[in-house]
């Protein structure tokens, strides 16, 4: 096969107008919200925030309006692609952007008077917010999610629908962006338990993701059969070897974005332990030598 014939999978692109604006929408009010927050806390929404949450919508645009969305019915392996940006790369980004308070300032202020505020005042969203983001809540809407959507029957079901598609892509982007904030900490969240935690936390989630990957490269025969009733083959793919690489692509980029995040925190716990040891042990024979 020339190579060329696969250039489609880098040039097909079909923007969607109201997702788009939606996008930019979102985008401007965090800018504006940044650019005033910037003035009282410099160095809590330093340039990186504004950059990465601008990257994470960038993400999503590029997940609804590239050829990753183009061939998501075709081909199993860009859909998983696809999902991935959803699940791994546009939450943890926007999370990184600590977006809360800059969206809050920047939203117009009648909005916030006339609709937000009275939810305010009741503790309302701050109740939703907090149990959504305890550890155990958002682990298991990310993982329901991610397994639930993945069954053949609701698979299929996404597929033969774009309302249900996009209510699949709209659960795997929220369940991961609570999956990815007590890992993250968006300011002002604090997380309530011990970063511990997070250590399970992300290799369960590994866990999770490591059976359903090897089910769609060992299964030997095709999952889902929109993708096997396919014909002709886009690139000349078949329908098997499309999930096989489905599921190598899930497994490897899956395993790699737990693992590392969960060595990033044993270590980070580690160190910590070991200079309050020294700290601890320095103030004890500080103690000694003046007494």
Not at 272 to 288: I, V, W
Request: proline share 8%; hydrophobic share 50%.
């Amino acid at each position: 096969m020339q190579a060329d014939t696969f250039t489609p999978l880098f040039t097909e692109w079909d923007i969607p107008p109201a997702v788009t604006a939606t996008l930019v929408v979102v985008a401007a009010v965090y800018l504006r919200g940044w650019l005033q927050i910037r003035r009282t806390r410099p160095d809590q929404f330093p340039a990186w925030r504004l950059y990465s949450f601008l990257g994470g919508i960038l993400s999503l645009f590029v997940a609804v309006a590239s050829p990753l969305d183009t061939f998501s019915e075709s081909l199993l392996f860009m859909h998983m692609a696809q999902h991935y940006v959803f699940m791994s790369l546009a939450p943890p980004l926007i999370a990184f952007g600590a977006p809360v308070v800059p969206i809050l300032r920047g939203l117009p202020r009648w909005l916030i008077r006339r609709v937000l505020q009275p939810l305010f005042r009741g503790h309302v969203l701050l109740r939703i917010g907090q149990f959504l983001t305890r550890p155990r809540v958002a682990w298991l809407a990310f993982n329901l999610m991610y397994i639930g959507w993945h069954i053949p029957a609701a698979y299929e079901l996404a597929l033969s629908s774009e309302n249900w598609h996009n209510f699949e892509h709209g659960c795997f982007f929220f369940s991961s962006l609570l999956f990815w904030w007590p890992i993250l900490e968006p300011w002002p969240f604090r997380l309530r338990v011990s970063r511990w935690v997070l250590v399970p936390y992300l290799v369960l989630a590994d866990f999770v993701n490591t059976g359903l990957s090897a089910f769609l490269c060992f299964a030997g025969s095709v999952v889902y059969p929109s993708y096997g009733a396919i014909s002709p083959r886009p690139f000349g793919i078949s329908a098997l070897d499309d999930q096989v690489a489905a599921g190598a692509e899930m497994w490897v980029l899956g395993s790699i974005v737990f693992l590392i995040p969960a060595m990033a925190i044993i270590l980070s716990l580690l160190t910590s332990d070991k200079r309050r040891r020294r700290r601890s042990t320095h103030s004890r024979l500080s103690a000694q030598a003046r007494s």
